[in-house]
């Protein structure tokens, strides 16, 4: 089976870096994808990790450690329109989604 | 424009009473998917489709049930036998059936049970 561990909520300032922690324990892992969500909006992607290291992309970037069992997505420059909620999903058999970390951005 | 439609966006149904829930897509997608979303919570699996007139149970299918008669359709039906099926359900598809395939998700439809 897969658990999936995230922080409930996070709060940061405008301008300022977060981090936001997923740690996991799968008995098969094949990738790990973050995805974010606007309040009652879809899904949407944004990076995906399947070899150890990081991965940037613009303002945001996503590592993988997979002998730890933990990823973590970092967020600069945050904007008031990063506001959302962030789910680490695991890929095994089927995509196994966190229960998301909601992020409030504050001016 | 490719894409994912789900309709309607907000769905009212009385206690008893089955409902069906749209979802077409034309990004030629082989696999599709069902999600539910409690407040506040992450995605769990409802059913899965790899391909046309198949389609598996995920984690949480009792009170639910699909079809899969077209590759572009995969239409959900939530039952009576849901016991709290007041919800937000997101369906999604991918080129192929797990694995690294980026899910591609529909806006959603809320559904509430008066």
């Known amino acids: 089976g897969q658990n999936i561990d995230q922080p409930t909520e996070m709060t940061a300032t405008e301008g300022a870096i977060v981090q936001i922690n997923c740690t996991y324990q799968t008995s098969g892992f094949n990738g790990l994808f973050w995805y974010q969500q606007h309040a009652g909006e879809a899904p949407t992607f944004l990076s995906y990790n399947v070899l150890d290291g990081l991965e940037e992309k613009g303002r945001f970037s996503s590592f993988l450690s997979r002998s730890k069992g933990y990823s973590y997505l970092l967020l600069k420059e945050l904007q008031m329109k990063d506001s959302a909620s962030y789910l680490c999903a695991v890929v095994g058999n089927m995509l196994t989604f966190g229960g998301g970390t909601r992020l409030m951005v504050k001016p | 424009d490719g894409g994912i439609t789900q309709s309607p966006k907000y769905l009212f149904r009385k206690e008893g009473q089955n409902v069906t829930l749209s979802c077409e897509q034309n990004?030629?997608?082989?696999?599709m998917y069902w999600y539910r979303q409690d407040p506040g919570q992450g995605l769990r699996l409802i059913y899965y489709s790899q391909i046309v007139n198949d389609f598996q149970k995920g984690d949480i299918a009792e009170g639910y049930s699909v079809s899969r008669e077209k590759k572009e359709s995969f239409p959900l039906t939530v039952t009576s036998a849901q016991k709290n099926p007041t919800a937000f359900y997101l369906c999604?598809?991918?080129?192929?059936?797990?694995?690294?395939?980026?899910?591609?998700f529909g806006p959603g439809t809320r559904l509430t049970v008066l």
């Open positions: 990004l030629n997608h082989d696999a």
């Open positions: 999604a598809s991918s080129p192929h059936l797990g694995g690294g395939d980026t899910q591609y």
